[in-house]
Structure formats: structure tokens, C-alpha cells
């Protein structure tokens, strides 16, 4: 009885302690998730938050802090689109009068514009640093967003840029900063000026970084490597050739006694001509890092001529880029977190642009009904003020162009595109606009509308539900465009690519000459080159009625008799090894015409020797009618390796 009876106490003492144990605050709770999100163990964080939102779902103020402190463990996660959705919602929760928040909202914004970089949303970046700044309580902060100000805008908005690296000279001169940070924003500065065309400032720039970080020593971490090659970079373009290759012997790029740095597995270029519209002459010089997996995690532009769309072009293809595994273990690990290529466009088949050529039906339509787009502004940024101010001030029946000029603008931020491309898709579709129209717009608006469209996967997700939706199911050119569109995505799945252009080919209701099958053709040539099928390839090409050209289109291509060239003196001297993919065309007599470098590494090192190597083969005589090319745009690769 005894044992019973303290049996039946103790299990109501447990009873009553359970019953008595008072409920954490939201206070506390807040607190507790605070601590997880300074730690390691963000899955725990965000469940923190996420408990802790309906708990405050009442208080606007209480739930913007959560879902703007939430969306640091989602980033951490890398749950991208729903860090940028809690930060937007969360930001708009907060009072824009309480000073108290600056800091939730400057952590905000930062983290926006981080996640907009890497992606290579430069211009939405650029967008976020500015808000950042303005939340900046203290000059660490001013800095770390006008740094990022200035990287993002020298690609979207030079002004912007030049003015934030004043304000930051300034901060500067009234906080002083150590010597790496001051180094950080020397040759963030060194960059704008390269890209601006002032050599003597980028030079000096690029030195004084070098400076700042200890000078020319053998000691060379990451920092060291960047502030070097911007130096080398600076006087390659300046033709100061001895000095520069100084600078790049102390970067150890092209220096690789103890591993190799080859061409990647799947390493192209851009196409010619595409949505960026990029030209032959054009180049760009990227930068970006090799993961383990030999994927790449980071890549961003260093230098580009021909406008700030090409940079981002050319960066957005180098994201694509990958190495086998054999290759990723004998790259020096150095290496591998620090690379810069000098790159051309692809002309092996150049691509018109598919989103251009349904834009174009949206133009015509709408000068046919007496509201003619305007023609793109020689200055984007300086016209953008006046661009929002014609939209605000436009019926809302007349609202569609301005829109579109929008939308044809290089500096508007990514989400508030997409924005715009929603309410025009609204303005074109109750105005009965061309279906086609209808999808450049809804594209833009569903592929701005997610934060990581660059991720493997994500363009057919959100792409490939259209083919099934009306309008478009029921219109051939623009199912036509979204298989186009899918297939381009597909290029490492030669089958899916195949089956998707197979369908716009067989489609009975497409115009036989229409540009969007000649495009199909196109790529399905090219698939039957690269596996060697010259009776398919030639067949496919046949049909687009264009100048067959291509080795494979015409059949075998020419046998090659003799290679030569020599290897650089001056880089030889320097003890460097590179090399470059060139490409070029082979006339019917066996010579080699119009070489060029497409990539070349180290960059600007090996790109003549490149181009003259190619120009020095000689390939077997061919027969071609008219005199015709016997193979247009031939790729090889030439390695420069010095024995050791």
C-alpha cells in the first residue's frame, strides 16, 4: 500500500509541475532564436522563426523582424526564393520611420543584394546596395554596402559606381580602415576604371592595392592574386607588356609546376548573337571558382569591351562551366578559387535571339496600331527617371510601350521587372496582342520572378508548364519558342534537346519558312556534328536553305597535312603555359582563314600565339562549289606546356 500510495504521489507531483510550468514568452523565444542564427544549426534556427511567426502574426512590426531575421537561416540553406520572398515581406512590414529598425532593414537589404550578385542580377544588386547605404548607422556598414555599390553598378551603371567610390573616399578619409578593406576598394576602383577606359587610373589603382596588401612578396593569398592580375591587366591593355607580365608571374597563373589547369569537360563560350546580341569582335575577361564537384560556384566579370551586357553574358556561360573530376585533382587547389579566362563568342552556330524575334511581333503590332516602342537610349541609367515618369504618366490604355522600354532596360532590378512584365502581360493581353507577345512578357515576368534561374533545373521548371497553358498550347510559333527555348537548356542531354526540336520541326501547322524551324534545324544539325553523323547533320542543314559552311554540313571535314607554331618568347621567358580554343574557317585549298582566340588562359597571354598557331595549318584541298568555305567556324584547342 505504501509503494502504491508513493507511486500515486509522485506521479502527481510530476502532474502538477507539468501543469504549473509557465509558457515561454515571445520574448524569450525571440531571444533563443536569435542565438541559433549566430550558430551553426540553421535548420533549428528556421524552425525557430518559423514556430515563432504565427505567435506574432497579429503585430506587423513583430512579424516583419521575424520574417527578415528568418530569411538570413533560409540564405544559409540556400533556399534562395524563399530567403527573397520573407526578406521583401518582411521589409515592407516595417516602419520606414523607425530608426530603431535601421539595422534589421540594413541587414536586409544586404542580404538581398549579396544573393542578387551571385547570381549575377547586377543590376537589382546595385539596387539593394543603395537602399543598404541609406540604412547605415555606422561607417563599417556605409562601407560594406557602397563595396558592393560600387562592384555591381560599374556593370550596370558607371555614374553610380564613380559617385559611390567618392562617397566612399570620403567615409575613408573621416574612419580610417585597415590596409586589406582599403585594398578591396582600390581595386574595386581599379575595375570601374578599366571598364571606363581611364588605363592610367585603373593602373594606379590596381598598384595601390598591391601596395596596401605588402607589396610584390612571395607570400600570396586570394586578395594578393586579384589586386595583381588587375594590375597585369591594366598594362596589357596600356601595352605595357614587360611590366605586366611582372604582375601575372606573381599571381602564379600560368605557373604550374606541380598540376595542371586544362580547357573544362563542357567549357563554350556564349554563342554570337543570342539574347545579348554579342558580336565576334567583342571579349570579356571573367573571373570564377571551381568547386569540388567540378561545378562552378562563383563567377563574376572583370573587364569586358563592348558594352555591360556583354560582361554579364559572358559571366552567366562561365556559371555553366564544369570540370570531370580527374581534371578538378590536378588543378592546383590555389588555382582553382581564383581563375580568369579571356573569352569570345562562339561562332560555330550562331543563335538569333527566340525572346527578341517574339518581342518583335509584340513591336510591329503595336506601331501598326499607332503606339510605335521607343528606340533603346543611348544612356540607360540617365534615361531610366525619365522612363518611370513616362509609365506614371501614361492612360492606362497607352501604358504598354512604356512598359516595354522599361522592360528593354539593362538597370532595372530583377523583381521589379518582373513587376513590370506582369502588369504588361495584363495591358497585351486585354488589348488582344499577339500570342507571341504575350509570351516574351510572361517569361519575363515568371524567370525574374524566382531568385536562382541560373540553377540547374530551374528554366524548365518554370518554363515548361507553358507548353501545356493557353494561349500558347494553342499557338504554333509560340510552342515553337518554348521547345526552342527548352532545347537550349538541354545541352548536356542530347536527347531531350533532339525530341523537343523534333517537334517543332514536324509541327504540320508551322510555316515551312518560318525563322523558329530554321532555328530547330539549326541546333539539330549541329547535334548530328557533335556525334558525328555528317549524312543527318547535312541533311538537317540542308533544309534551313542557309550557305552550308559547317565541316560536317558538306561532309567529312578536311584532313589536316601540317600544324606548326611557335611558343611566345616573352612568355617563355616568364616560365608561363596556358592555352586557347581558337576557331576559324578552312578554305577549299587547305588554308586556314579568320583564326581567333574564343578562350584564352591565362588571359591576353597566349591569344595571338592562339590564332597564329591555327593560322599556320594546313589542311588537304577540297572541292566546294563558288569557291564556298570547305568548313566554316573549326574549334581545336592549342596547349602552350613548357617540359619540366
Request: neutral net charge; aromatic residues 6%; proline residues 6%.
Amino acid at each position: 500500500m505504501r509503494i502504491e500510495m508513493g507511486v500515486l504521489v509522485t506521479m502527481l507531483a510530476i502532474g502538477s509541475a507539468a501543469v504549473a510550468q509557465p509558457q515561454r514568452s515571445v520574448q524569450q523565444d525571440f531571444e533563443a532564436a536569435t542565438a541559433l542564427s549566430a550558430g551553426d544549426d540553421h535548420a533549428a534556427a528556421l524552425a525557430a522563426w518559423q514556430a515563432l511567426e504565427p505567435r506574432v502574426a497579429a503585430k506587423p512590426r513583430s512579424r516583419g523582424i521575424v520574417l527578415v531575421r528568418k530569411s538570413r537561416d533560409l540564405v544559409a540553406l540556400k533556399r534562395y526564393d524563399e530567403a527573397v520572398a520573407a526578406t521583401r515581406e518582411g521589409l515592407a512590414l516595417l516602419p520606414t520611420g523607425d530608426k530603431t529598425l535601421s539595422a534589421d532593414r540594413f541587414d536586409a537589404y544586404l542580404n538581398l543584394a549579396g544573393l542578387d550578385q551571385q547570381t549575377l542580377d547586377y543590376a537589382s544588386a546595385a539596387d539593394a546596395y543603395r537602399h543598404a547605404e541609406q540604412e547605415a548607422a555606422t561607417a563599417g556598414e556605409r562601407l560594406a554596402a557602397l563595396r558592393g555599390l560600387i562592384r555591381t553598378a560599374t556593370f550596370t551603371d558607371p555614374a553610380t559606381a564613380t559617385a559611390a567610390a567618392a562617397r566612399a573616399d570620403a567615409v575613408i578619409a573621416a574612419s580610417p580602415i585597415d590596409n586589406p578593406l582599403a585594398a578591396d576598394f582600390a581595386s574595386a576602383k581599379a575595375v570601374l576604371a578599366l571598364n571606363t577606359g581611364n588605363l592610367p587610373v585603373a593602373t594606379a589603382e590596381a598598384m595601390r592595392a598591391v601596395k596596401l596588401l605588402g607589396g610584390l612578396t612571395e607570400k600570396t593569398d586570394l586578395r594578393d592574386v586579384a589586386a595583381r592580375s588587375n594590375v597585369a591587366l591594366a598594362m596589357l591593355l596600356a601595352g605595357r607588356k614587360d611590366e605586366a607580365r611582372h604582375y601575372m608571374a606573381m599571381t602564379g597563373a600560368g605557373r604550374m609546376p606541380d598540376g595542371q589547369f586544362d580547357l573544362g569537360a563542357a567549357m563554350t563560350p556564349p554563342d554570337c548573337g543570342g539574347e545579348a546580341g554579342l558580336k565576334p569582335e567583342q571579349l570579356a575577361v571573367v573571373q570564377f571558382s571551381i568547386a569540388d564537384d567540378g561545378s562552378v560556384l562563383l563567377a563574376e566579370p572583370i573587364y569586358a569591351e563592348g558594352g555591360r551586357t556583354v560582361a554579364l553574358a559572358f559571366a552567366r556561360a562561365a556559371r555553366q562551366w564544369a570540370w570531370s573530376a580527374e581534371q578538378v585533382k590536378a588543378i592546383p587547389s590555389f588555382l582553382r578559387y581564383n581563375a580568369r579566362v579571356e573569352l569570345r563568342c562562339n561562332m560555330a552556330f550562331p543563335r538569333p535571339s527566340i525572346t527578341d524575334g517574339l518581342l518583335a511581333d509584340l513591336t510591329r503590332w503595336s506601331a501598326e496600331r499607332g503606339a510605335p516602342m521607343a528606340d533603346a537610349p543611348e544612356n540607360p541609367a540617365q534615361a531610366l527617371a525619365g522612363q518611370r515618369a513616362a509609365l506614371a504618366a501614361a492612360p492606362p490604355a497607352g501604358k504598354l510601350p512604356a512598359l516595354i522600354a522599361l522592360l528593354n532596360s539593362p538597370v532595372v532590378p530583377r523583381e521589379e521587372r518582373a513587376q513590370f512584365a506582369a502588369e504588361a502581360l495584363q495591358a497585351a493581353r486585354a488589348a488582344q496582342a499577339p500570342v507571341t507577345g504575350q509570351l516574351a512578357l510572361d517569361l519575363d515576368a515568371r524567370l525574374n520572378g524566382v531568385a536562382d534561374q541560373w540553377r540547374p533545373g530551374t528554366f524548365r521548371r518554370v518554363v515548361a508548364p507553358l507548353l501545356d497553358q493557353q494561349p500558347y498550347a494553342g499557338d504554333p510559333r509560340a510552342r515553337a519558342a518554348l521547345r526552342l527555348l527548352l532545347a537550349d537548356e538541354e545541352r548536356n542531354a542530347s536527347d531531350r534537346m533532339a525530341a523537343l526540336l523534333g517537334q517543332v520541326v514536324d509541327d504540320p501547322t508551322l510555316p515551312a519558312d518560318d525563322a523558329l524551324r530554321t532555328g530547330a534545324q539549326i541546333r539539330l544539325a549541329s547535334l548530328a556534328q557533335r556525334r558525328g553523323d555528317d549524312a543527318a547533320a547535312k541533311a538537317a542543314f540542308d533544309k534551313t536553305g542557309l550557305t552550308a559552311s559547317q565541316c560536317a554540313l558538306v561532309g567529312d571535314a578536311p584532313r589536316m597535312l601540317h600544324s606548326g607554331g611557335s611558343f611566345p618568347e616573352e612568355a617563355l621567358s616568364w616560365g608561363f603555359e596556358g592555352w586557347t580554343r581558337t576557331q576559324y574557317d578552312i578554305a577549299a585549298n587547305g588554308h586556314v582563314l579568320n583564326a581567333r582566340a574564343i578562350v584564352s588562359y591565362p588571359p591576353f597571354i597566349f591569344t595571338k600565339a592562339g590564332a597564329a598557331t591555327a593560322s599556320g595549318l594546313v589542311y588537304a584541298k577540297t572541292y566546294r562549289p563558288e569557291g564556298a568555305l570547305a568548313c566554316g567556324a573549326n574549334t581545336s584547342n592549342v596547349k602552350f606546356r613548357i617540359p619540366h
